[in-house]
């Protein structure tokens, strides 16, 4: 069973516009991550956050975590076409075995 | 650098055929996970290991068994192929530890059974 759900099931955007991509679960969670997957290839951890952090940054990317709606959603600001990828929540219920969501496909038009 | 691969890439076997996929990490991590991907579904758990000599059963795992014989590697065996087991297969490895860590997957297997 999934425990991550991302929302929308696919994004398309120009360049230089902000990409949100949202992702709700079930059960209380240790963390919370965010990888990205090109097209055939495997996928790419992007950011880690834990249950007691609110916000984080990494370059473009800003990812918040809201544990009473059990949501998050992950911020690309001033995308690019190399960001066009599908993009993926897991998380950590226990013991460091993640579940995955069934991702966003975002689409950035030059 | 360390890594993590997969071989083979690709993979067409036949229905009732027993089929190894290889894992293999150079991260000296202990734990190794095994993972289908099929549209619609996302990536499934199948198999993990926290460690030599351990093994676990995931939310997909009839059909499909792993052994950790070693910190290195964690192949997986298809017993006896089926059509459903037509999938893109991705391994990945983390390190241990409290509050969680990051999982690095290597390239994928695409295994088609006929």
């Known amino acids: 069973s999934q425990q991550g759900e991302e929302d929308p099931q696919a994004l398309s955007i120009q360049e230089g516009e902000n990409a949100t991509m949202n992702c709700s679960y079930k059960?209380?969670?240790?963390?919370l991550q965010w990888y990205r997957q090109n097209s055939g290839r495997g996928l790419v951890h992007l950011i880690l956050?834990?249950?007691?952090?609110r916000e984080k940054h990494s370059g473009r990317l800003r990812v918040t975590l809201d544990t009473s709606k059990k949501s998050s959603s992950l911020l690309i600001t001033a995308s690019r076409a190399a960001d066009t990828a599908s993009y993926f929540c897991?998380?950590?219920?226990?013991?460091?075995?993640?579940?995955f969501g069934t991702g966003t496909r975002l689409q950035v038009f030059p | 650098d360390a890594e993590i691969t997969q071989s083979p890439r690709h993979k067409i076997t036949e229905t009732g055929r027993q089929v190894t996929l290889a894992c293999h990490q150079t991260?000296?991590?202990?734990?190794m996970f095994w993972y289908r991907q099929d549209l619609g579904h996302g990536l499934r758990l199948i198999h993990y290991?926290?460690?030599?000599?351990?093994?676990n059963k995931g939310e997909v795992s009839d059909g499909y068994s792993v052994s950790r014989s070693n910190t290195e590697d964690l192949p997986l065996t298809l017993e006896s192929a089926a059509s459903s087991q037509t999938s893109v297969y991705f391994c990945?490895?983390?390190?241990?530890?409290?509050?969680?860590?990051?999982?690095?997957f290597g390239p994928g297997t695409r295994l088609t059974v006929t």
């Open positions: 990945a490895s983390s390190a241990t530890g409290t509050g969680g860590y990051e999982q690095y």
């Open positions: 059960t209380s969670i240790n963390n």
């Open positions: 956050i834990r249950s007691n952090e």
């Open positions: 897991a998380t950590d219920p226990s013991t460091d075995k993640l579940i």
């Open positions: 991260w000296n991590h202990n734990n």
């Open positions: 290991s926290y460690g030599v000599q351990d093994t």
